[in-house]
């Protein structure tokens, strides 16, 4: 059946997880991208399934007092951005709303405290991401950036205000840049990031060899722009820095007199502030003693196992990537810091339960896993006993799912749970949740 494209007038009143409004039209839910609860709007239908359509905002007839101008010529184009035409205050409610939602509808669990969000900068935060590129001839050149919102393509845009303007400022710059490569229709991605010195690394995937012409326009470009230009011609192993400053890529703990070396691959926290006060926020909350021995499943480069030496008297990290492990262990080396241990494992692996580190006594545990959450290591830990536990989660789904199986299998408390803004103007929610027993 054919849709009718004649605009309707709408009430919003709910929002999706992902940040679309939610209105009904004859009963059936119909899923407006850009309009807000609370406001009358005029939309045109854009799709039709089973149980919702899908419709495209014309107009705000009513706006809700929450609507801002989104601070991004690109915002609605492009897919980085889901939620900048509210204000933070209210992204941040629907971002609690998601948690605490979530934790009820999976994990029929109420935590008995809520934590004030953890909020920082909104603009400019962004210290890594992975830009897509795309020579398109007939766009008239190489777009560089995010995935639109609606399509497959990559929005053509020119800068990003949610980046660090170090990476965000320069997207211009890379396009005009990659359009002048002889490579330009054989570079798929730049992995971008920012250090605590501002320094930025740009690594440039590339699937053909590169032209010395290239090579040259490249390092001319490190120079111009004082940053460091990587190349990435296979598989993570292959990244080498071409040009720019030798500077080593760190950012710190101060609070902590702690600082972590990284690659330009590898994971750190997006949001240097929020990872600061979140580190921070973990550690009064997990309260370790200084005789306290502290297990860091999912330490990646040792974010919270150099933090949490300095309070406890040993803390093991576990993690899956072996370079990442390496370089958590030469980050404790370089800083004297001697009682932090670190084990190579698999913590989605069936069998952790009979790994012997799992098998010493800890009074604490960290846990901080992907999306995917942590099924496997709270099977495994659930009996252990260990009294403080707190979970760092990218995902409210996975959380709950946990969160029941700790608090209804293993007789947990969640003593307190909250959101963390790391990602504002997206959907994407980050909280973290303490978990008690025997107290
Ligand atoms: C959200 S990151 C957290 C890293 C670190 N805690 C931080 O704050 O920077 C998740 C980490 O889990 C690791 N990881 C993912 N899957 C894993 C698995 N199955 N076993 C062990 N580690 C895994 C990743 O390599 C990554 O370092």
């Not at 008995?112 to 001839?137: I, N, Q, S």
Request: glycine share 10%; aromatic share 6%.
């Amino acid at each position: 059946m054919k849709l009718d494209r004649s605009p309707f007038e709408l009430q919003i009143d709910d929002l999706t997880l992902d940040g679309q409004g939610v209105g009904r039209r004859e009963g059936k839910a119909c899923f407006v991208p850009g309009a807000l609860p609370g406001e009358r709007v005029r939309v045109v239908q854009t799709g039709r399934k089973r149980s919702f359509d899908t419709a495209r905002l014309e107009t705000v007839l009513e706006p809700a007092p929450e609507r801002v101008a989104p601070p991004c010529e690109w915002f609605g184009v492009c897919g980085g951005c889901r939620l900048m035409h509210a204000d933070v205050d209210f992204q941040r409610r629907l971002k609690e709303r998601n948690l605490f939602e979530a934790l009820a509808r999976i994990g029929h669990v109420s935590a008995a405290r809520r934590l004030e969000p953890l909020v920082g900068d909104a603009l400019g935060y962004r210290r890594t991401a992975r830009l897509g590129v795309k020579y398109v001839a007939k766009k008239g050149g190489t777009l560089v950036g995010f995935r639109e919102r609606a399509g497959r393509y990559l929005a053509d845009m020119w800068d990003c205000r949610v980046l660090h303007p170090a990476i965000g400022g320069r997207i211009g710059q890379l396009r005009h840049l990659i359009d002048g490569l002889d490579a330009r229709e054989r570079i798929p991605q730049i992995e971008a990031v920012v250090d605590d010195a501002g320094t930025a690394a740009l690594v440039f995937r590339h699937l053909q060899p590169l032209s010395s012409a290239d090579r040259a326009r490249l390092t001319a470009f490190a120079a111009e722009e004082g940053l460091q230009v990587y190349l990435q011609p296979g598989g993570p192993d292959t990244v080498h820095l071409l040009a720019g400053p030798q500077a080593q890529l760190r950012y710190g703990h101060p609070d902590f007199g702690v600082t972590v070396d990284f690659g330009p691959l590898d994971f750190i926290q997006v949001h240097a502030q929020i990872n600061r006060r979140m580190v921070r926020r973990a550690i009064e909350l997990l309260e370790p003693a200084a005789d306290s021995r502290v297990l860091d499943l999912f330490c990646g480069l040792g974010n919270f196992t150099l933090p949490l030496a300095r309070q406890a008297a040993e803390v093991v990290g576990v993690e899956g990537d072996a370079r990442m492990l390496e370089r958590a262990r030469a980050n404790a080396e370089g800083q004297g810091i001697r009682n932090t241990r670190y084990v190579c494992a698999n913590l989605e692996d069936e069998a952790l339960k009979d790994l012997p580190w799992l098998g010493e006594s800890f009074d604490r545990v960290l846990l901080d896993p992907p999306r995917t959450g942590a099924a496997a290591a709270v099977e495994a830990l659930g009996s252990s006993g260990i009294p403080r536990l707190l979970y760092v989660s990218c995902n409210p789904a996975t959380l709950a799912r946990d969160a029941e199986r700790l608090v209804h299998r293993f007789g947990y408390r969640l003593e307190a749970a909250g959101i963390m803004d790391m990602f504002p103007h997206t959907a994407h929610v980050e909280s973290m949740a303490l978990f008690v027993r025997g107290v």
